[in-house]
């Protein structure tokens, strides 16, 4: 069975440093890979995915993902930390293949608070 | 529309009520997918369509949850017997095909009391 954690449910930054949100999947075939943000009563907007090619993958809003399968990871990064970003990040996996619905498993949500 | 409606945003449930919520999928969208968001986690999955046929509904937590699309557009989840248990935000999703991205409606946040 698939699954994602999310290392630190809680991540604080102050406004132009990095951000870095963890994210480790289980799964016995290599997932698509996907980050999504949720800003306060709304719904889940796409940043990024990783299907297949360049392992580094560029989203919205200046983050970027890097998928490392040797450390089932999916690091999310954004050099510059800007107000705006402050939301809820979830990293989610999909499964491979022609059978496979779409569904995403989701990890547990990490909230990045910016600092002025 | 422009993207996924769901309505109502908000619903208060006594104990024991039945509930209905719907779900506008995007014009011509064939997938549609339904996620369970309690408070603080991640979304769960509990059922999928494609079209009106519901294909998978794994993640359906008990007999009491029921979902269709009938004309294979509009969708409606149906809690019976409404629980404490159930409290969370509602959230729909719809695609045009396999492999395209996902849009999420804002969400029906239930709260059962």
């Known amino acids: 069975a698939q699954s994602v954690t999310q290392l630190g449910s809680h991540v604080s930054v102050s406004e132009g440093a990095l951000v870095l949100l963890r994210c480790n999947y289980s799964?016995?075939?290599?997932?698509?890979l996907f980050w999504y943000v949720q800003y306060p009563n709304q719904g889940l907007q796409l940043l990024l995915k990783?299907?297949?090619?360049?392992?580094l993958v560029k989203g919205i809003n200046g983050f970027e993902a890097e998928f490392k399968k040797s450390e089932t990871s999916f690091h999310l990064t954004k050099p510059s930390a800007h107000m705006s970003d402050a939301a809820e990040y979830f990293c989610a996996v999909s499964a491979r293949g022609s059978s496979n619905t779409g569904k995403l498993i989701f990890g547990q949500g990490t909230t990045l608070q910016v600092k002025p | 529309g422009a993207g996924v409606s769901q309505s109502p945003r908000y619903k208060v449930a006594k104990r024991g009520q039945d509930v209905a919520l719907r779900c506008d999928p995007i014009s011509g969208h064939v997938s549609l997918f339904w996620y369970q968001q309690a408070l603080g986690q991640g979304p769960e999955f509990l059922t999928y369509?494609?079209?009106?046929?519901?294909?998978?509904k794994s993640g359906l937590p008990s007999d009491r949850f029921f979902a269709e699309r009938p004309e294979g557009s509009v969708s409606t989840l149906k809690i019976q017997r409404t629980q404490q248990e159930d409290s969370a935000v509602y959230l729909c999703?719809?695609?045009?095909?396999?492999?395209?991205?996902?849009?999420f409606g804002q969400g029906t946040r239930l709260t059962v009391v």
């Open positions: 999703a719809s695609r045009f095909i396999e492999d395209t991205e996902a849009f």
């Open positions: 799964s016995s075939v290599p997932p698509y």
């Open positions: 990783y299907t297949t090619g360049a392992t």
């Open positions: 369509f494609q079209n009106e046929a519901q294909l998978d």
